[in-house]
């Protein structure tokens, strides 16, 4: 069900391929701050194995990769100063508008981040 494409952008980062400013890495985890950012903190959290997505990654990822990138979003909120707050987005295929097909976590803070979707 779940296609994985090995040439995305982040499969290319995470096989050294382009550059990025990571946050924190793990044998399971990498976090780096997003190339565009939409907030004063605006960080990925992203598995190291090829799931496209977080339903993928909630399906078929391990206990120790499950427990590994969550601890990692811990370091993460708690390593870049987001005590008061900040919004976890994982936009999930075409309806959710994700771009990137290999799953990431967005961390946004360092303001407050408004509402949390558009109202149609
Ligand atoms: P999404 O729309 O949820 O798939 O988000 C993809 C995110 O990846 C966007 O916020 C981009 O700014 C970010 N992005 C794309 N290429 C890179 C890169 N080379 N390094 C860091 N972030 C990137």
Redesign the pocket.
Known sequence: MFAYDPTN??AR?LRGE?P??TVAETAHTLA???????APV?V?VIPKGAYVSLDHFAAEASAEELVDFHRTVAQVVAGLGLEGGFRA???TRED??????HY?L?ILGGRAMGRMVQPE
């Open positions: 952008i982040f980062i382009i990025n400013k780096f701050h997003d190339i565009r950012p939409l605006h990925l987005i994982a936009n959710g508008g994700q771009e990137v097909p990431h967005h």
